[in-house]
Protein backbone atom coordinates (compact mmCIF):
# COMPACT_ATOMS: atom_id res chain seq x y z
CA UNK A 1 0.00 0.00 0.00
CA UNK A 2 1.37 3.42 -1.40
CA UNK A 3 0.80 6.11 1.39
CA UNK A 4 1.02 9.89 0.76
CA UNK A 5 0.86 12.49 3.83
CA UNK A 6 -1.26 15.56 2.82
CA UNK A 7 -2.06 18.39 5.04
CA UNK A 8 -5.35 18.96 7.26
CA UNK A 9 -7.43 20.62 9.31
CA UNK A 10 -5.21 23.96 9.04
CA UNK A 11 -8.30 26.35 9.98
CA UNK A 12 -8.70 24.29 13.52
CA UNK A 13 -4.62 24.52 14.07
CA UNK A 14 -4.80 28.53 13.05
CA UNK A 15 -7.33 28.94 16.06
CA UNK A 16 -6.28 26.65 18.50
CA UNK A 17 -2.86 26.15 18.38
CA UNK A 18 -1.94 29.78 17.29
CA UNK A 19 -4.85 31.74 18.76
CA UNK A 20 -5.10 33.63 15.54
CA UNK A 21 -9.31 34.15 15.35
CA UNK A 22 -10.52 34.00 11.51
CA UNK A 23 -14.07 34.46 10.71
CA UNK A 24 -15.24 31.35 8.77
CA UNK A 25 -12.51 29.57 7.96
CA UNK A 26 -11.09 31.94 6.13
CA UNK A 27 -7.37 30.86 6.46
CA UNK A 28 -6.38 32.69 2.92
CA UNK A 29 -6.43 36.10 4.92
CA UNK A 30 -3.28 35.17 6.43
CA UNK A 31 -1.45 35.82 3.44
CA UNK A 32 -2.37 39.16 3.91
CA UNK A 33 0.34 39.74 6.40
CA UNK A 34 3.89 38.47 7.57
CA UNK A 35 2.78 37.28 11.09
CA UNK A 36 -0.47 35.13 9.07
CA UNK A 37 1.92 34.01 6.54
CA UNK A 38 4.57 32.55 9.25
CA UNK A 39 1.82 30.69 10.70
CA UNK A 40 1.03 28.80 7.83
CA UNK A 41 4.70 28.48 7.04
CA UNK A 42 5.02 26.75 10.56
CA UNK A 43 1.68 24.99 9.83
CA UNK A 44 2.98 23.21 6.52
CA UNK A 45 6.98 23.02 7.60
CA UNK A 46 5.46 20.56 10.56
CA UNK A 47 3.63 18.37 8.11
CA UNK A 48 7.04 18.54 5.65
CA UNK A 49 8.63 17.11 8.89
CA UNK A 50 6.73 14.37 9.23
CA UNK A 51 7.08 13.56 5.68
CA UNK A 52 11.30 13.90 5.72
CA UNK A 53 10.81 11.72 9.10
CA UNK A 54 8.83 8.63 7.48
CA UNK A 55 9.98 9.29 4.14
CA UNK A 56 6.88 9.62 2.42
CA UNK A 57 5.71 11.92 -0.32
CA UNK A 58 3.62 14.62 0.58
CA UNK A 59 0.72 16.47 -1.12
CA UNK A 60 -0.02 19.93 0.31
CA UNK A 61 -2.72 22.24 -0.38
CA UNK A 62 -3.23 26.27 -0.49
CA UNK A 63 -4.98 27.60 2.44
CA UNK A 64 -8.01 29.08 0.11
CA UNK A 65 -10.96 26.79 0.61
CA UNK A 66 -12.63 30.01 0.99
CA UNK A 67 -11.18 32.28 -1.22
CA UNK A 68 -13.76 32.03 -4.22
CA UNK A 69 -15.46 35.56 -5.21
CA UNK A 70 -17.98 35.16 -2.77
CA UNK A 71 -15.59 35.29 0.35
CA UNK A 72 -13.28 38.27 -1.81
CA UNK A 73 -12.88 40.25 -4.32
CA UNK A 74 -9.60 39.44 -5.41
CA UNK A 75 -9.42 35.90 -5.81
CA UNK A 76 -6.37 36.24 -8.25
CA UNK A 77 -3.98 37.61 -6.36
CA UNK A 78 -5.28 35.63 -3.24
CA UNK A 79 -4.73 32.24 -5.38
CA UNK A 80 -1.34 33.67 -6.66
CA UNK A 81 0.34 34.51 -2.89
CA UNK A 82 -0.96 31.04 -1.59
CA UNK A 83 0.68 29.35 -4.51
CA UNK A 84 3.89 31.25 -3.95
CA UNK A 85 3.57 30.52 -0.37
CA UNK A 86 3.51 27.12 -0.77
CA UNK A 87 5.62 26.35 -3.44
CA UNK A 88 8.41 28.23 -1.18
CA UNK A 89 8.09 25.47 1.24
CA UNK A 90 7.92 22.54 -1.44
CA UNK A 91 10.75 23.90 -2.97
CA UNK A 92 12.75 23.52 0.12
CA UNK A 93 12.11 20.01 1.29
CA UNK A 94 14.90 17.72 1.12
CA UNK A 95 13.30 14.51 -0.55
CA UNK A 96 11.39 13.97 -4.33
CA UNK A 97 7.04 13.25 -4.21
CA UNK A 98 6.24 16.44 -2.91
CA UNK A 99 3.29 17.75 -4.47
CA UNK A 100 1.53 21.14 -4.87
CA UNK A 101 -2.31 21.18 -4.92
CA UNK A 102 -4.26 24.85 -5.11
Do not use: H
Not at 16 to 34: C, H, P, S
Not at 79 to 85: H, M
Amino acid sequence: MDVTLTDGGIETRIIYQFKRAIGDFEAYKLLADKPGRDILRRIYQSYSEVAVRYRLPIQLGTPTWRASSKWTKDVKSVNAAAVDCCAVLCSSLPMRGSSLLG
